[in-house]
T-cell receptor, first 112, second 113 residues
Framework: TQLLEQSPQFLSIQEGENLTVYCNSSSVFSSLQWYRQEPGEGPVLLVTVVTGGEVKKLKRLTFQFGDARKDSSLHITAAQPGDTGLYLC????????????FGKGTMLLVSP | KAGVTQTPRYLIKTRGQQVTLSCSPI?????VSWYQQTPGQGLQFLFEYFSETQRNKGNFPGRFSGRQFSNSRSEMNVSTLELGDSALYLC????????????FGPGTRLTVT
């Protein structure tokens, strides 16, 4: 069974602080995605990374895919209360028709 | 373009009953996947349908089943409900079976009493 570990599980910070959350596996990903989920809603896709070493930016969010494609990080600069939510990473280990396996998520709370 | 829709949004059932949940994918998307989300286990894959055929199945008992119609709409059924089936059931669609990105609906919150 392929596992995807996310850390930390919970993060509570003040508005304006920076933070990084991590997603790790012992297996090589074919692709990896990050989602944000708000209470009572489905996850919303933020980014997909497929190339080792790839860095993508989405406003104040920076996503990095490890060179060996076994890990990824999400860095948020100057967090805002609107960033509050559950951040999920999800990986595909084989190309083609394989399914997404999700980590258990990092719950982020940004206080004003 | 309308997103993924799921009905109903909330459902309360009694142990032993059965339930059917519905999912309408984004227009043009042919792959639909179902997930169960609980606080303890997180998001777990149930099954995926593509062109009316089940292509992948997660590690869930046979009480969980699904199907897909020719218009790509999908239903999942849970028979003989157990208390542990209480969860948020999420449906996600993607363009093809090999597409990377999938888009989730808002989910159906099922409570079994």
């Amino acid at each position: 069974t392929q596992l995807l570990e996310q850390s930390p599980q919970f993060l509570s910070i003040q508005e304006g602080e920076n933070l990084t959350v991590y997603c790790n596996s012992s297996s090589v990903f074919s692709s990896l995605q990050w989602y944000r989920q708000e209470p009572g809603e489905g996850p919303v896709l933020l980014v997909t990374v497929v190339t080792g070493g790839e860095v993508k930016k989405l406003k104040r969010l920076t996503f990095q895919f490890g060179d060996a494609r076994k890990d990824s990080s999400l860095h948020i600069t100057a967090a805002q209360p609107g960033d509050t939510g559950l951040y999920l990473c999800a990986g595909v280990w084989d190309s083609g028709y394989s399914t997404l396996t999700f980590g258990k998520g990092t719950m982020l709370l940004v206080s004003p | 373009k309308a997103g993924v829709t799921q009905t109903p949004r909330y459902l309360i059932k009694t142990r032993g009953q059965q339930v059917t949940l519905s999912c309408s994918p984004i227009s043009g998307h042919r792959s639909v996947s179902w997930y169960q989300q609980t606080p303890g286990q997180g998001l777990q894959f149930l099954f995926e349908y593509f062109s009316e055929t089940q292509r992948n199945k997660g590690n869930f008992p046979g009480r969980f089943s699904g199907r897909q119609f020719s218009n790509s709409r999908s239903e999942m059924n849970v028979s003989t409900l157990e208390l542990g089936d209480s969860a948020l059931y999420l449906c996600a669609s993607k363009l093809t079976g090999s597409s990377y990105e999938q888009y989730f609906g808002p989910g159906t919150r099922l409570t079994v009493t």
